[in-house]
């Protein structure tokens, strides 16, 4: 994704829920025969959604990571 690539998931768990949420990011596929059909789309796709994708990975950085960690962490009430 952080390369512009359209991602292919399967609808089994947390990556299609988490990272793709359910299609909005990328291609869910079932059986072997959708993942064929998605990684085609994938690639029709690719150019109008490049931008998308890549923005879409920046909320999986490290920075990201840091950042939100230290507003939790700020929230917190020390007693």
């Not at 291609?27 to 085609?40: P, S």
């Not at 490049?50 to 700020?74: C, G, M, N, P, W």
Request: net charge positive.
């Amino acid at each position: 994704m952080a390369a512009g690539a359209v991602p292919v998931i399967h609808k089994s768990g947390g990556p299609w829920i988490d990272i793709v949420k359910l299609g909005r990011y990328g291609i869910g596929f079932e059986t072997e025969k959708e993942a064929v059909a998605g990684i085609c789309r994938a690639l029709e796709l690719a150019d109008k959604l490049r931008t998308v994708v890549i923005r879409r990975s920046h909320e999986f950085s490290y920075a990201t990571f840091k950042q939100r960690l230290k507003e939790i962490i700020d929230r917190i009430e020390i007693n």
